[in-house]
């Protein structure tokens, strides 16, 4: 079984930053892309951001590019996602994600382990 534990949520102005961070334990950690999706209040979940397992390759939503950034440390078990330039669209719950392989997903379909969550607020 795989744990993920999501930390660093909260409250941010409008313009702020967040650093989000997600550790998984238990079993078969390597050879796993990890990432992000988000779910507004009354919205689908969607796909915020994935990195590959050895970190080179990394993809994200079209309304994060470039106010994001996605890293991990293999050796600690952790993927991290800072966020920048936060907006009031921003605002949802934020869950990390386990892919099945080594390459980065987009989609649910590509999840097998999801962390319970950690909210963020955006507020103008």
């Known amino acids: 079984q795989v744990r993920l534990v999501e930390s660093g949520g909260g409250s941010v102005q409008v313009g702020g930053s967040l650093r989000l961070s997600c550790e998984a334990s238990?079993?078969?950690?390597?050879?796993?892309?990890m990432g992000w999706f988000r779910q507004a209040p009354g919205q689908e979940k969607e796909f915020v951001a994935s990195?590959?397992?050895?970190?080179?390759?990394?993809y994200f939503e079209e309304s994060v590019r470039g106010r994001a950034e996605i890293t991990r440390d293999n050796t600690r078990n952790t993927v991290d996602l800072q966020m920048n330039r936060l907006e009031v669209g921003d605002t949802a719950v934020y869950y990390c994600?386990?892919?099945?392989?080594?390459?980065?997903?987009?989609?649910?379909?590509?999840?097998?382990?999801w962390g319970q969550g950690t909210r963020v607020t955006v507020s103008s």
């Open positions: 238990g079993r078969d950690l390597e050879n796993k892309a």
């Open positions: 994600a386990r892919g099945k392989g080594r390459l980065i997903f987009t989609s649910e379909a590509g999840v097998d382990f």
């Open positions: 990195i590959s397992w050895g970190g080179s390759i990394s």
